[in-house]
Structure formats: structure tokens, C-alpha cells
T-cell receptor
Framework: GENVEQHPSTLSVQEGDSAVIKCTYS??????FPWYKQELGKGPQIIID?????GEKKDQRIAVTLNKTAKHFSLHITETQPEDSAVYFC?????????????FGRGTSLIVHP | DSGVTQTPKHLITATGQRVTLRCSPR?????VYWYQQSLDQGLQFLIQ???????AKGNILERFSAQQFPDLHSELNLSSLELGDSALYFC??????????????FGNGTRLTVT
């Protein structure tokens, strides 16, 4: 099955700095890579996703990059703000019997200091 | 608000007992997924239902079972509970058209504590 490694487990930055979270996956058949943000007491919420036919995708201060050859993908957050503080999860998924079931990384706790 | 409703928010019970967790998916979503989140294991996929039928199975224990009803709500039943079953249980829903990736929308979870 798929295995997703995520680093770092904790990331502390100053407000306004950039933050980068990196993930690797094992299954070369994976072709859909969503990123989720989980705030305290809530469930994970999707913030951006990327498909394997695209190398990069941006949405305002957030960008994701994908290197299929190396089987790694990254989340970049620019101009971080205190409200970006949360746990971020990467995920990778491939179709299995018609279903896409995301396999999640272990999460990165991002702390943005004002 | 994701539109996915989970009840109860908290559940405290004793070892050996049985509990039922309930999930109502977003309006229009046909698929429901159950995940277990613990500190040492992260988010682990348990099971997926699509329009009332089981579609995919993950690391779900035999003591656990689930079902999706005709109105599309789902229940996760956990029996013979052990201390190690203490965790957050999340339900997610999606459109889940066959062969197409779709976004999972998560509820806020049920925190289960087994004493």
C-alpha cells in the first residue's frame, strides 16, 4: 500500500516568513495529492490539491509543487500569519477499485509567532 | 463549516462496552469515509461506503463495523472496546464519482475515551 512521509513534524516561524512542508510517497500509481489544514478541535479541511499532470499550483499565499520522478511534493506558504498556525497534512491517493482513498502523512504542526 | 455532522462530540465509556458513532454527510455527497486519528498512528483510513454499499476497506478491526443507510447517513459501531481504541474518529464525505479523485470534507470528529 501507499506510504507517505512528511517533514518536519514541527515548524516554528516568525510572522511574515515563508514555511515549507515536504512529503514523499511510495506508490508510483498515486496521482492525486491534497493538502489539509486541521485547527484545534476541528476536522481537517482541504486547502489545496494537485494532480499528477501538473507540476505546480498556486492559490494566493499557498503553493504546491509536485515532482513525480522523485515522488515528492511540497506545500509552500508565503507571508505567514498567526492564523496559519495549525496542523497540516499531506496525502497521496491512487485509484483502487474505482475509489480514491487518501493516505495521510503524520502531520506538521506549524506555529507562526506574531 | 464543512457540512458534515458528527455526533456525539465526546464519548466516555468503559472497556468491553459498545458504542455507535453517527455521521451525516454533506448534502449531495454519496460517499462516506471513516478515519481514526490517534497521536501515534496519525489519520488511519477505516472504511468507505458509497450510496449504501461498502466500497473500500482499510485498517478496520473485526470488532468495528459500519453501515450507510438509505438516507446516506452512516454509523460506525465499535464493540468490545479496549483502552487502545481511545482516539478521535472522523467521518468525511465526498461526491466520489467512480474513477475520479474528489475532495474529502471532514466533520469535527467524535472523541472517544475508553477507561
Amino acid at each position: 500500500g501507499e506510504n507517505v512521509e512528511q517533514h518536519p513534524s514541527t515548524l516554528s516561524v516568525q510572522e511574515g516568513d515563508s514555511a515549507v512542508i515536504k512529503c514523499t510517497y511510495s506508490d508510483s500509481a498515486s496521482n492525486y495529492f491534497p493538502w489539509y489544514k486541521q485547527e484545534l478541535g476541528k476536522g481537517p479541511q482541504i486547502i489545496i490539491d494537485i494532480r499528477s499532470n501538473v507540476g505546480e499550483k498556486k492559490d494566493q499565499r499557498i503553493a504546491v509543487t509536485l515532482n513525480k520522478t522523485a515522488k515528492h511534493f511540497s506545500l509552500h506558504i508565503t507571508e505567514t500569519q498567526p492564523e496559519d498556525s495549525a496542523v497540516y497534512f499531506c496525502a497521496a491517493s491512487a485509484t483502487s477499485g474505482g475509489s480514491y482513498i487518501p493516505t495521510f502523512g503524520r502531520g506538521t504542526s506549524l506555529i507562526v509567532h506574531p | 463549516d464543512s457540512g458534515v455532522t458528527q455526533t456525539p462530540k465526546h464519548l466516555i465509556t468503559a472497556t468491553g462496552q459498545r458504542v455507535t458513532l453517527r455521521c451525516s454527510p454533506r448534502s449531495g455527497d454519496l460517499s462516506v469515509y471513516w478515519y481514526q486519528q490517534s497521536l501515534d498512528q496519525g489519520l488511519q483510513f477505516l472504511i468507505q461506503y458509497y450510496n449504501g454499499e461498502e466500497r473500500a476497506k482499510g485498517n478496520i478491526l473485526e470488532r468495528f463495523s459500519a453501515q450507510q443507510f438509505p438516507d446516506l447517513h452512516s454509523e460506525l459501531n465499535l464493540s468490545s472496546l479496549e483502552l487502545g481504541d481511545s482516539a478521535l474518529y472522523f467521518c468525511a464525505s465526498s461526491v466520489a464519482a467512480k474513477g475520479q479523485p474528489s475532495t474529502l470534507h471532514f466533520g469535527n470528529g467524535t472523541r472517544l475515551t475508553v477507561t
